[in-house]
């Protein structure tokens, strides 16, 4: 909208229409796709934790048989407390528990099979620990979730039509006996003796939604949560969190695609990346010197989080029923360095001017993407190519971390970014991005300005953001 060359009264009409564009609405349209509230809930948690524990913990394996003694199962100082401590140590929101690996082991007194805690000599065959579990996490105030693997060694009608109606009993169990369930963790992972068999999903799911209508489900292809589509923790370096979902099966979807999400997806699955503290999932005493660093796992927590993903972190108890303590440290200090680079935005005192706004409501003012509030923001005038805002800082200040956020609750809309700081009179760029989401963290080398500017060159839709903030990374902080 330029208004050029233009005199007398109609300039000063086109001047009033200039500076008050036409989009005087309050609030910024939404994108097709959106998230359901808890689905924003969830991301805002950024960091949860798995737990593996199970009769693998006993026979030092990763998957099992399904012909475990439940014997083996004995874990003599098993502490519930202990683990939710671990977790909050790390920040995690929810804790989600293997209550049934592949191998059958049902961590809860199950009806339906004698394969469970009862046939143990744990608590006398009276324990459960899930209740145990989320009865800890809601001392806590943290989130429990629950993984009940459908591919199942010990069950007999595994690989029949009858085991879908097992499997319900038994999340039905679930859903109903404890509490609150935050989170629904299915894989696709299936035995050679159910190549026939297709799981129940739609089933699976309308339970979980019927019983505990707050869950969200967490598959390869949602319907809450995705699969990122590697076990390591990584999300793409682009990473939409809507896809199309339409031809995608568990167990069967394309990784890359899961990877990066695609812009013209028609659903929102917010991306989890999973990966453990260890190399494996159960715990094994062998790999108790092979605990992921605190560096290593705030590279991930960057890879992830900072890519617009959750980061799902396993800690799996050892035969005790603890968590070992080189893992708690590794937790402990992860989340001191994270402490300790973001504490300080130096760009809340700065000043920000933008090439244009949505409106002149103040509700759209650049100035919104300084202040702490994920839910003020910044939206651009339509009528701007390619939108800018400039930070100018209260004084020249060093910084080589930065944070983008966008406003998810209205949609995500950013593909490509660059961003400039003013050196010598000339804007040279320090960084460029693709995808922000939720959150879009840079590492970039250290740089002493006074102004920068983030140019949006590539959308979807209006540009917003709600959030440019800088940093100084700790000098913990290591890039893998
Ligand atoms: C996979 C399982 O096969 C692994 O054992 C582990 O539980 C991982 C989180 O999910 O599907």
């Known amino acids: 909208m330029k208004c050029y060359h233009i005199t007398g009264s109609f300039f000063l009409i086109m001047l009033l229409s200039c500076s008050a564009p036409e989009h005087a609405e309050q609030h910024l349209p939404p994108m097709p796709v959106i998230p359901s509230d808890k689905q924003v809930t969830y991301q805002q948690m950024e960091v949860i934790g798995f737990i593996h524990f199970g009769v693998n913990t006993f026979t030092d394996r990763e998957w099992g048989t399904g012909k475990e003694d439940p014997l083996i199962f004995n874990p003599a100082l098993l502490d519930a407390t202990q683990w939710v401590e671990a977790a909050e140590t790390a920040g995690m929101g929810m804790l989600i528990l293997t209550a049934k690996h592949h191998d059958g082991f049902c961590l809860w007194p199950s009806e339906y099979t004698e394969h469970s805690v009862k046939g143990s000599p744990w608590e006398n065959g009276q324990g459960d620990v899930v209740r145990m579990l989320s009865e800890a996490c809601a001392r806590a105030g943290i989130k429990f979730g629950i993984y009940l693997s459908p591919w199942d060694m010990h069950e007999p009608s595994y690989g029949s039509d009858d085991y879908d109606n097992y499997y319900l009993s038994q999340l039905k169990e679930l859903l109903t006996g404890y509490g609150t369930i935050s989170e629904v963790w299915m894989d696709g992972a299936k035995g050679e003796n159910a190549k026939d068999m297709e799981y129940d999903f739609n089933a699976y799911r309308s339970l979980v939604y019927a019983l505990q209508p707050q869950a969200l489900i967490f598959s390869d292809v949602g319907p809450d949560i995705r699969w990122i589509g590697n076990e390591h923790g990584i999300a793409g370096i682009t990473n939409w969190s809507t896809i199309n979902t339409e031809g995608l099966e568990i167990g069967k979807a394309d990784t890359e695609y899961l990877n990066t999400g695609d812009p013209d997806g028609t659903t929102w699955l917010v991306g989890e990346c ?6 494996g999932w159960f715990y094994h005493a062998s790999q108790d010197t092979l605990v992921k660093s605190p560096e290593y796992l705030v590279d991930l927590y960057y ?4 890519r617009n993903g959750t980061l ?12 070992h303590s080189n893992d708690i440290q590794s937790l402990k200090e ?4 994270l402490d300790e680079t973001f504490k300080h935005n130096l760009f809340r005192e700065g000043n920000a001017i933008a090439s244009g706004q949505w409106s002149k409501n103040p509700g759209f003012d650049p100035q919104n993407l300084l202040d702490e509030d994920p839910d003020s923001y910044w939206a651009a005038d339509p ?9 100018e800082l209260k004084e020249k200040l060093t910084f080589d971390r930065l944070m983008l956020q966008e406003p998810i609750r209205l949609g995500q809309r950013i593909s490509e970014f660059i961003i400039e700081a003013e050196k010598e009179g000339e804007w040279k760029t320090i960084s460029t991005g693709t995808t922000i989401g939720y ?11 006074r102004k920068l500017r983030i140019k949006i060159t590539g959308y979807t ?5 709600s959030t440019m903030a800088g940093y100084n990374a700790s000098s913990r902080e290591k890039i893998f």
């Open 439 to 449: 959150k879009r963290l840079l590492r970039i080398d250290p740089v002493t300005v």
């Open 383 to 391: 009528a701007d190519a390619d939108p800018w805002i400039t930070v």
């Open 303 to 306: 890879k992830s989080v900072g």
């Open 274 to 279: 999973d990966v453990s503290i260890r190399p």
């Open 312 to 323: 799902l972190l396993n800690l799996p108890p050892d035969q005790r029923g603890l968590i």
């Open 334 to 337: 992860f989340r001191d360095i």
């Open 461 to 465: 839709g209006t540009p917003a953001l």
